[in-house]
């Protein structure tokens, strides 16, 4: 358990349908990121925040996704109108901005699956 | 697109020593090295980065060639719990973003 936690392990949705991914870090790190992972390929960056700015989106964020942290604590992530191209591992990691090396903490990541 | 390049996978006897390469030949001045592993199922964790000299911690070592542009992930003793896919991530020191690659995969047997 490295600190960071999500929220639903996994969600299985139908095409078309919104869903919403939660993610909270380790309460003292002011930097929080998104990645996705689909099957024998490594994790892709998405976006990332520090405290509540979000401070760059990737081009695979498409229109339908947007992601928040309001008050620079917890994070969401919302995917609207969902496509099958969309079932994919969502993980999220903190880490303390400024600290050497700035190693990630990565949560145990929600599975979506799109029908 | 990854700066990194790893053989897909290898294998190691437990109790050994696994010693995973990495290519990054195109590597800037200011850029680190990094090294995840992702265990099935869970999330990555990091294991450990360096810059110039080589570097030990508790879970491995990290070996970086003079010119920069290689380096070597050694973990002391293989157990079964090592089995993973292993990244090999290059990046600034206040790294904003992870790129990874499609790793190593380390099958430890007994």
């Known amino acids: 358990d490295t600190g960071v936690s999500q929220d639903p392990r996994h969600k299985i949705t139908k095409r078309g349908q919104n869903v919403t991914f939660r993610c909270d870090p380790i309460s003292e790190h002011n930097r929080l990121y998104w990645y996705r992972q689909t099957l024998g390929q490594g994790p892709e960056f998405l976006t990332y925040?520090?405290?509540?700015?979000?401070?760059?989106k990737s081009r695979l964020l498409s229109d339908r996704f947007s992601a928040e942290r309001p008050k620079g604590s917890f994070s969401t992530l919302e995917i609207q109108r969902t496509e099958q191209g969309d079932s994919a591992m969502y993980l999220c990691?903190?880490?303390?901005?400024?600290?050497?090396?700035?190693?990630?903490?990565f949560g145990p990541g929600t599975r979506l699956t799109v029908l | 697109d990854a700066k990194t390049t790893q053989p897909t996978s290898m294998d190691c006897a437990e109790g050994r020593a696994a010693n995973l390469p990495c290519n990054h030949s195109?590597?800037?001045?200011?850029?680190?090295v990094y090294w995840y592993r992702q265990i099935h199922s869970q999330g990555p964790q990091y294991i450990i980065h360096?810059?110039?000299n080589n570097e030990t911690n508790e879970m491995a070592s990290l070996i970086i060639t003079e010119d920069r542009k290689s380096s070597t992930l050694i973990l002391p003793h293989a157990t079964l719990r090592d089995t993973a896919v292993y990244y090999c991530i290059v990046g600034g020191y206040n790294t904003d973003k992870l790129i990874f690659g499609t790793g190593t995969r380390l099958q430890v047997f007994p």
């Open positions: 195109t590597i800037s001045g200011n850029e680190y």
């Open positions: 990691a903190s880490s303390l901005s400024g600290r050497g090396g700035d190693e990630q903490f």
């Open positions: 360096g810059l110039k």
């Open positions: 925040f520090q405290n509540e700015a979000q401070l760059e």
